[in-house]
């Protein structure tokens, strides 16, 4: 296990060489990095400004990278390596690629110090939706549902 | 107000029919609105199976587009509209994006009927990571805040 411990410090250091790689070139400080059977499959730099893609965070940009190199939606098992703890957003894309384990670095109060929100999102998501000050709420009728049945209805569906 | 709710019943019905229309074309039962001052600025439809993205959720489609077409990483004053409740990476992004409002028709519960795991990572966030089967952990050394040091340090830096 000595070894697995040294290839996890390893894919981390370079998942932070890349997030401040990313601060040299003007990106935000976010580096992360997707490895399968020990091998690099794809990284990604947080590219939110650049892209003007608020959901181009480094670990979403490994991921997307990391599937259209595998040319496959699933990630199971993989590592993902981040500079800095998952957003709430990141944490739930690794969720749906699958992904065996997330390894980081920095962590949302490093973020926070930063001036990033990922701290203040973590909390909002512990909170009654009825207090946040973006309103989120459901308007259901009759037909609400109707996507689902149609989706339950027919043949040769791909499950994710 | 009664005008402003009937906009937004037809803009949750333009979602709901874009997440049966997906159906039919072999997609997922998802479909997601981005509106600024009464107008559609951007649609979307689940994409993860034909684009082999896992994180080609609507919402997050629409998001995407929605940003390229008017060319910011913020949606400030806008509306998400949704056909299902976003999941989290989903409503995360909402949050990043800074849309002001995002309104949905299903929620978790359908999406868990038509066998998406949107309920279940929801109790996921809800749960300590610790009992998580996905492991997620925090590995730090010295080095780990030094992209944030340099994102401190470094002039002109771009906040979102």
Known sequence: MAGAGEQDRLHLQAAVDLAA???????????ALVVLDGAVVATGQNRVTRDVDPTAHAEVQAIRAACRELGMFSLAGATLYSSCEPCPMCLASALWARVDRVLFAADRHDAARGGFDDLAFYDLFATDRALWSVRVEQHRDAGSAAPFDAWLAAAGTVAY
Not at 21 to 31: E, L, Q, Y
Request: net charge neutral; no cysteine.
């Open 21 to 31: 790689r990313n601060v040299a070139d003007g990106g935000g400080p976010f580096g």
